[in-house]
């Protein structure tokens, strides 16, 4: 007898991945290469925020990030994260669109580097 849900889980799987995916985007604009100093300077009181390929920021759409008193929080990896105040990037945003930097602390994303977008 042959065992033809395994295809479709595996399917299934791939889909929800890819969807899951959708809402973020990698900070370097491959369509405007112009913006990749702009990128590499950025840093917060944490430090740089660029640090290599592997260490690109995610964009956030207006429903992933949102202010908390007088800081921020993200919404990462399925769950709320604060945003520390010495990690906001206090320069213009010249794309417009919220950006996050993460590193992971015992399996939990922390940001590194958060820079507001212009909610609208």
């Not at 973020?24 to 112009?34: S, V």
């Not at 929080?73 to 320069?91: K, S």
């Not at 930097?101 to 609208?120: K, S």
């Amino acid at each position: 007898m042959r065992n033809t849900g395994v295809p479709l889980i595996t399917g299934a799987l791939v889909a929800l991945l890819l969807a899951a995916q959708a809402g973020f985007a990698f900070a370097h604009d491959h369509n405007h290469p112009e913006l990749n100093e702009w990128y590499r300077s950025l840093q917060s009181r944490k430090g740089p925020c660029c640090g290599g390929p592997d260490e690109d920021a995610t964009s956030l759409n207006d429903l992933q990030w949102r202010t908390k008193g007088k800081t921020f929080e993200v919404f990462v990896e399925g769950g709320w994260v604060d945003v520390p105040e010495e990690a906001i990037v206090n320069v213009p945003n010249v794309t417009g669109t919220a950006k996050v930097w993460l590193y992971h602390f015992n399996g939990m994303p922390v940001v590194r580097c958060f820079m507001p977008g212009m909610m609208g």
